[in-house]
Structures are given as structure tokens and as C-alpha cells.
């Protein structure tokens, strides 16, 4: 089955040691997209790859990096994780096949930071 | 700015009650709207949309109407089962580019059934 594939689904690292979180999809869309979920709140959009093109959230913090090396393949990189950067983080895509609004989610990775 | 303000839960039933999970939007322009659920452990899966005024967007017995003249988006079940217990989100779209879109998602209404 396509689908949209994150590893690691947990993930504990030390405040201020860098963690690189992946997002693999079968789907060839074209659009890549990283929210941030922390406990009972909304998925909040950190940035997305439109193809190749990086697009950053106005308010989302340095500390977060992308990488998009291939279609198929996008990575979080959290340069110095603080506590407050402990959430699950949610991978998804579209693209022109599924319509552009319509996004398919992976299963996310937790991140907790001790 | 564009923005979802969904009921607040947890939202606990009986098996068989009907449910109504309200949800209230603020936009520019003409969003599509949507119901995403996500199940324990699983991520997010589109549950319904709906693209323009007066679309009820329906699946797996949960509907929902785009109703313009009050900006909301109520989702409705006539009958819950234990495997509808999730936390479901209200969203809407702000397309930006012809491809891509900004979703923009509620807090989230937990629901729980019980047997």
C-alpha cells in the first residue's frame, strides 16, 4: 500500500543534542509538509517542500531544519532540542494526484526530550 | 487570520447515542473544510471534506455541512460504535499555491464510546 512512512515512532534525546527525525512516502506527491503536536493542541505547520521548494512558517524557530534530498524522502533536523521542542511530530503529504488539499498524515514520531 | 475553534472534550457517549461534534471557522475567502481523525497510536486520516457553501461531505456514517451563513462546520453521526472512539479535528485550507495548501487545524475534540 502508498503510504507515508516516519521513523523513529519515538525518539528521547538529551536538551541540546541534535536529533534528525525521517519522513519516507510511496506516493509521489510532490508536496512535503512537518507540523508540530504537542499534548491536546493543533497540529501547528513548521514549513513545507513544494517539489524542491523550501517554505518556512513565519514563526517557526531556527532551531528546526529541513532536508528534502529526493522526492521520496524528507527530514527534521532539531539543531539544540530544548524541553519545550517535546511534541509529536506529524509528516504529510499531497500532491496534484490526491488534490492539493488533501493530505495524507504518517503515524508521527514522539520526540521527548529529557 | 484564518482560524478553527472546535468543541472542547473529552466528549464521552453511549453506544448508539447520537453525536455532534461543533465546529466554527474564521476565514478570508472561500476555505475547504474539513474532518480529520486520529486514532490511538496512528496519525492523522481525512475523514471528510467539503469544497463550497451548502457541500455536506459524508463517509463511514459521519456527515458534514459547509454552512457559509453561520461559518461552521458541525460534525453529525446518527449512531457511534466503540470503534468511533478518536480524537477528531476540524481544518481548513488556505490554498497558497496550486499544489499546496496550509492547513490550519482546530485543538481537537476527543471522543470516547462506551460499549
Known amino acids: 500500500d502508498a503510504m507515508v512512512i516516519q521513523n523513529p515512532r519515538y525518539q528521547v534525546t538529551q536538551f541540546g543534542k541534535p536529533v534528525t527525525l525521517s519522513c519516507s512516502q510511496t506516493?509521489?506527491?510532490?508536496?512535503m509538509y512537518w507540523y508540530q503536536q504537542k499534548s491536546s493542541q493543533a497540529p501547528k505547520l513548521l514549513f513545507h517542500?513544494?517539489?524542491?521548494?523550501?517554505?518556512n512558517e513565519a514563526d517557526t524557530p531556527d532551531n528546526f531544519q529541513s532536508r528534502r534530498p529526493n522526492t521520496s524522502f524528507c527530514f527534521l533536523d532539531i539543531r539544540s532540542p530544548g524541553l519545550g521542542d517535546a511534541a509529536m511530530y506529524l509528516c504529510?503529504?499531497?500532491?496534484?494526484?490526491?488534490?492539493?488539499?488533501?493530505?495524507?498524515f504518517g503515524a508521527g514520531s514522539r520526540l521527548t526530550v529529557l | 487570520g484564518n482560524s478553527v475553534t472546535q468543541m472542547e472534550g473529552p466528549v464521552t457517549l453511549s453506544e448508539e447515542a447520537f453525536l455532534t461534534i461543533n465546529c466554527t471557522y474564521t476565514?478570508?475567502?472561500?476555505?475547504?473544510l474539513f474532518w480529520y481523525v486520529q486514532y490511538p497510536g496512528e496519525g492523522l486520516q481525512l475523514l471528510l471534506k467539503?469544497?463550497?457553501?451548502?457541500d455536506k461531505g459524508s463517509n463511514k456514517g459521519f456527515e458534514a455541512t459547509y454552512r457559509k451563513e453561520t461559518t461552521s462546520f458541525h460534525l453529525e453521526k446518527g449512531s457511534v460504535q466503540v470503534s468511533d472512539s478518536a480524537v477528531y479535528f476540524c481544518?481548513?485550507?488556505?490554498?497558497?499555491?496550486?499544489?499546496?495548501?496550509?492547513?490550519?487545524f482546530g485543538s481537537g475534540t476527543r471522543l470516547s464510546i462506551r460499549p
Open positions: 481544518a481548513l485550507s488556505d490554498l497558497r499555491y496550486s499544489s499546496a495548501s496550509k492547513i490550519i
Open positions: 476565514a478570508t475567502g472561500y476555505p475547504s
Open positions: 467539503a469544497t463550497k457553501a451548502d
Open positions: 506516493l509521489n506527491h510532490n508536496v
Open positions: 517542500y513544494y517539489d524542491k521548494d523550501f517554505n
Open positions: 504529510a503529504t499531497s500532491g496534484r494526484q490526491s488534490g492539493a488539499n488533501v493530505l495524507t
